[in-house]
C-alpha cells in the first residue's frame, strides 16, 4: 500500500464490528486531536411513514431529545452543556441521522444519552407542541419561497404519489397538523431499533475502549418490533417533457426547477455520471450552465446543476433563478446544454480538469473528524468497501470520456425532463395561488 492510501482511512485502519442485535460499529482512531466524532443511522426515515403522516419520521427524530424515562429536556441538555458536547438527530427519506461531538474523555456520556434518546423517548407534549408550531412556521413561510415551490413541484411531478420519494421529509401543513404524540410513540416503536444501526466513531480514542463503550450503552439494545428495511422502488422516466407553473403573489423572480430520475448511490456508473454533472453545472463557476446562462446571457441570478445519489432514485437537478421575462430562454438554454452533454463527449481538458478537481477535494473532505466519519459512514451505508478511499484516485482517473457519455445517456434527455417554474403571476388581476400542469 502507498503512503497516500496509507494515510487515509481503509480496511487496514478501520476497525469494523457487528453486534448481535444488528448494529454495525466502525471505529478509526485519529490521535492528532483531542476530540470524538460520532455519526450514526438508523433504518427510520420518511419511506416508513405513510403519506397522510408525512413529516412524522422527521418530526421523530426532532423529539427524541426532548425527554426520556430517566430525564425531561431540561436536565438532558444542561448535562451536554456542561461537557461541551453536541448530539443532534435529524430525520432524512431512507435513514434517521444522529450527530455528535465531545472531548474524547466524555465519549461514554455521549454515547449514554444517545442511547438513552433512541431507547426510551417519551415525546413530552409540550415540546411535541413546540416542535409542530415551529415545522408549521416554516411550512407556511416556505410556501411563499419561489425556489421551494418549485423543487417540491418538480419532485411530484417526477415521483408519482404512490413513491416515497414524491413527498418532502417535512411533510405539508396538513400533515403534520394532524400528527398525534400516540404517532410519534408508534412509529418510534415500530422502526428505531438497533438492526442495521451504522456507528461510526472517529478521533482520540482507543478500539478496544470504543468498543467497550457501545457494548455498554448500545449492545444490550432490542426491538422485536423493529420493521423490515423498506426500499424505494426504482422507476421509469416519464413519457414526455412535462411542465409544472407554481404562481407565488408578491414575487418579482421565478425560480426554475428541471429533474431527471437519476442514479442511486451505489449505481456502477454514478462516479462517472457525478463528473457529467461537475461538465454541465458545477466546476468552477457552476460548469458549462454557470458559464452560458448565467455569465455570457445574464439570465439568471444563479444556475447551477446538483445530482443526488443515495439509497434510492434521487433526482437529477438542474436550478436556477431568473427574471420573469427571461424564464423561456434560460430553459431553452439549459436544455441546450444538456443535449450538447449527452450528444458529444466531453473535451479532453474538461474529463481531466474535473478528475483533478474530484480527487484534489478529497483531503479537504479528510481534515477534521466529521468529515472523516461522514465519509466512513457512506462507505458503509452504500456498500462500497472499507477501501473505497483508498482506490478513489484510481478509479476517478480510468474514468473515460465514453464512461461520461455513457452516463449522461443513460440518465438525462433534454425532451424527457419534468420543468417547475416558480414565481409572479403574468397578470395582476387574476391573483392566485395554484399549480397547473402541462405536457
Not at 446571457?297 to 446538483?306: D, K
Not at 484534489?360 to 472499507?386: T, V
Amino acid at each position: 500500500m502507498s503512503a497516500y492510501t496509507a494515510s487515509i482511512p481503509n480496511a487496514g485502519n478501520i476497525n469494523r464490528v457487528e453486534f448481535d442485535n444488528g448494529l454495525v460499529l466502525l471505529v478509526y482512531e485519529n490521535r492528532a486531536v483531542e476530540s470524538v466524532n460520532i455519526t450514526a443511522s438508523i433504518h427510520a426515515g420518511s419511506i416508513y411513514e405513510r403519506p397522510e403522516r408525512s413529516g412524522l419520521a422527521s418530526l421523530v427524530s426532532s423529539a427524541l431529545l426532548t425527554g426520556t424515562q430517566q430525564r425531561n429536556f431540561d436536565e438532558i441538555h444542561a448535562s451536554l452543556e456542561s461537557i461541551g458536547a453536541e448530539l443532534s438527530m435529524r430525520g432524512h427519506i431512507h435513514k434517521l441521522g444522529l450527530f455528535g461531538k465531545a472531548l474524547a474523555e466524555d465519549l461514554r456520556p455521549l454515547l449514554e444519552t444517545a442511547s438513552e434518546a433512541l431507547s426510551y423517548p417519551t415525546f413530552p407534549a409540550e415540546h411535541v407542541e413546540r416542535l409542530r408550531g415551529e415545522r408549521l412556521t416554516w411550512l407556511q413561510y416556505s410556501s411563499f419561497d419561489t425556489r421551494y415551490r418549485a423543487s417540491k413541484a418538480m419532485r411530484q411531478a417526477l415521483y408519482p404519489a404512490s413513491h416515497p420519494y414524491h413527498y418532502g421529509t417535512y411533510g405539508d401543513e396538513e400533515t403534520i397538523a394532524a400528527v398525534s404524540q400516540a404517532d410519534l410513540s408508534t412509529f418510534h416503536a415500530n422502526h428505531v431499533g438497533p438492526d442495521g444501526m451504522i456507528l461510526v466513531i472517529v478521533g482520540h480514542v482507543d478500539t478496544e475502549d470504543a468498543l467497550r463503550l457501545v457494548r455498554e450503552t448500545l449492545g444490550d439494545w432490542r426491538n422485536p418490533e423493529q420493521a423490515e428495511v423498506a426500499r424505494a422502488d426504482f422507476l421509469d422516466a416519464p413519457g414526455a417533457t412535462e411542465r409544472q407553473t407554481v404562481f407565488v403573489p408578491g414575487k418579482t423572480q421565478c425560480d426554475i426547477s428541471m429533474g431527471a430520475l437519476g442514479p442511486a448511490r451505489a449505481a456502477p456508473d454514478y462516479l462517472a455520471a457525478q463528473i457529467a454533472n461537475s461538465v454541465l453545472g458545477e466546476f468552477g463557476m457552476m460548469g458549462r450552465i454557470g458559464k452560458s446562462v448565467r455569465e455570457e446571457q445574464g439570465l439568471a441570478y444563479y444556475a447551477y446543476s446538483h445530482l443526488g445519489g443515495g439509497h434510492g432514485p434521487d433526482p437529477w437537478i438542474v436550478s436556477a433563478g431568473v427574471n420573469p421575462d427571461n424564464v423561456e430562454q434560460a430553459i431553452d438554454s439549459i436544455l441546450w446544454e444538456v443535449e450538447r452533454l449527452v450528444s458529444e463527449a466531453v473535451a479532453d481538458e474538461d474529463l481531466a480538469d474535473n478528475q483533478s478537481y474530484f480527487t484534489g477535494r478529497l483531503p479537504l473532505r479528510l481534515e477534521s473528524n466529521e468529515g472523516i466519519s461522514s465519509q466512513i459512514h457512506a462507505m458503509e451505508s452504500y456498500n462500497l468497501g472499507l477501501n473505497y478511499l483508498a482506490e478513489y484516485k484510481d478509479m476517478i482517473f480510468r474514468i473515460s470520456k465514453d464512461d461520461v457519455l455513457n452516463a449522461a445517456q443513460h440518465y438525462l434527455d433534454p425532451k424527457n425532463m419534468v420543468i417547475a417554474v416558480a414565481g409572479p403571476q403574468p397578470d395582476a388581476s387574476t391573483a392566485r395561488n395554484t399549480q397547473t400542469r402541462e405536457k
